[in-house]
T-cell receptor, first 113, second 113 residues
Framework: AQTVTQSQPEMSVQEAETVTLSCTYDTSESDYYLFWYKQPPSRQMILVIRQEAYKQQNATENRFSVNFQKAAKSFSLKISDSQLGDAAMYFCALYDSGYALNFGKGTSLLVTP | DAGVTQSPTHLIKTRGQQVTLRCSPKSGHDTVSWYQQALGQGPQFIFQYYEEEERQRGNFPDRFSGHQFPNYSSELNVNALLLGDSALYLC????????????FGPGTRLTVT
């Protein structure tokens, strides 16, 4: 069975600093996708970044980048130059052989001025 | 281009009642998935509809049922509501062949008293 684990319930970062959120996963599939979603208090789940397992290069989207370690089944999100608007719940998610996204329990990110 | 829409935004029901939640997918999307997000948890997959059929189901009882209409919109029905059904219900849509790329609606907050 697929599992996604986020071991940091809460993280805090100062504005303009860098923070890294951790995620580990388990799957028996060789072909899969990994995602980071952001969920602000408005509840809308917003896709931040996607990584295809077959790609060796780490995905980047502006201030957001990932460190994908396939052998270790690790998928961390780095947010650079943190902004107040980055404060939200962040969910790591896995999509492999089925049709469902499997989510971790989330990490609450607090950004302080 | 309208994104995924859901109605109602929130509602309150009494234990034992039945509820229907609605979802309209993003333009061009033909697949709809439903997720339940309990407070403080990540979303859990309920089921997915494609071509008006339930294609896959998560670990949810038969009290949870759904429907997809010819225009691809979808309904989630929950019978015999329990207090534990209180949650945010998220709908996500995707294009054919790109099930990994799911776009989420704002959700419906259900409270069962």
């Amino acid at each position: 069975a697929q599992t996604v684990t986020q071991s940091q319930p809460e993280m805090s970062v100062q504005e303009a600093e860098t923070v890294t959120l951790s995620c580990t996963y388990d799957t028996s599939e060789s072909d899969y996708y990994l995602f980071w979603y952001k969920q602000p208090p408005s509840r809308q789940m917003i896709l931040v970044i996607r990584q295809e397992a077959y790609k060796q290069q780490n995905a980047t989207e502006n201030r957001f980048s990932v460190n994908f370690q396939k052998a270790a089944k690790s998928f961390s999100l780095k947010i650079s130059d943190s902004q107040l608007g980055d404060a939200a719940m962040y969910f790591c998610a896995l999509y492999d052989s089925g049709y469902a996204l499997n989510f971790g329990k989330g990490t609450s990110l607090l950004v302080t001025p | 281009d309208a994104g995924v829409t859901q109605s109602p935004t929130h509602l309150i029901k009494t234990r034992g009642q039945q509820v229907t939640l609605r979802c309209s997918p993003k333009s061009g999307h033909d697949t709809v998935s439903w997720y339940q997000q309990a407070l403080g948890q990540g979303p859990q997959f309920i089921f997915q509809y494609y071509e008006e059929e339930e294609r896959q189901r998560g670990n949810f009882p038969d009290r949870f049922s759904g429907h997809q209409f010819p225009n691809y919109s979808s309904e989630l029905n929950v019978n015999a509501l329990l207090l534990g059904d209180s949650a945010l219900y998220l709908c996500a849509s995707s294009l054919p062949g790109t099930g990994y790329e799911q776009y989420f609606g704002p959700g419906t907050r259900l409270t069962v008293t």
